[in-house]
Nanobody, 122 residues
Framework: VQLQASGGGLVQPGGSLRLSCAAS????????MGWFRQAPGKEREGVSC????????FYADSVKGQFTISRDNAKSAVYLQMNTLKPEDTAVYYC????????????????WGQGTQVTVSS
């Protein structure tokens, strides 16, 4: 039972990346899923989550209008489309199974992916 995050890399400011999170050993159908990030010297931040049943989403204020979370249950995968990236988006990004509340965001992370580095720099 594991999650595999991928898609990070080095991108210039204003660029885009799409992160993927794939499940193996279990299906994501019934799980709420979330993305977190942690920059050096900063606390972990829950940036987005998506519910299992109706696909309701939450975005932290810091990424609202910039990031889009989606899921493909047939592929047991969750995605984070990140546009107009800024240097302050530089962090290691993690996916996890969570409790996703539209008002509170992703909480109670349980199964974690290994993290993928996103670096935004010119």
């Amino acid at each position: 039972v594991q999650l595999q995050a991928s898609g990070g890399g080095l991108v210039q400011p204003g660029g885009s990346l799409r992160l993927s999170c794939a499940a193996s050993g279990f299906t994501l159908d019934y799980y709420h899923m979330g993305w977190f990030r942690q920059a050096p010297g900063k606390e972990r931040e829950g940036v987005s989550c998506i519910t299992s049943a109706d696909g309701s989403t939450f975005y932290a204020d810091s990424v609202k209008g910039q990031f889009t979370i989606s899921r493909d249950n047939a592929k047991s995968a969750v995605y984070l489309q990140m546009n107009t990236l800024k240097p302050e988006d530089t962090a290691v990004y993690y996916c996890a199974t969570v409790v996703c509340t539209v008002g509170a965001g992703p909480t109670h992370p349980d199964i974690w992916g290994q993290g993928t580095q996103v670096t935004v720099s010119s």
